[in-house]
């Protein structure tokens, strides 16, 4: 799904230049969806993130946003973990990111 649009928040124009669904989890007449968002704000500034939205179908077959506080079921969403890392390999874990060389997410351990 892509979606182009113009929103306006506290700090002032945002232009959304695109939206992916990555995740789309059926829910009864409901779709969980974890999106990507991507948009330029008014001074410019490219911005990117993700967002948890519960969408439903209308009478028409269309997809709408819909509840604006979204409850995860138990077992909805299971988050892959690449390594735990000791917190010292912070540097490591960055370079990782970058790279794109993980499948997952990379936790610090504390301690």
Known sequence: MSAA?????????????GETVLVAIPRGDEQLRL????????????????SLRVFWCDGAGVWRPGKARVTIRAGELKVRIDEVLPLEAVNEAFDRLQDRRVTGKLLLALS
Not at 5 to 17: A, F, S, Y
Not at 45 to 50: N, R, S
């Open 5 to 17: 649009g113009q929103r306006r928040g506290r700090g002032g124009d945002l232009q959304i230049t």
């Open 35 to 50: 999106v990507h968002t991507e948009g330029r704000t008014g001074q410019g500034k490219d911005v990117a993130w993700h």
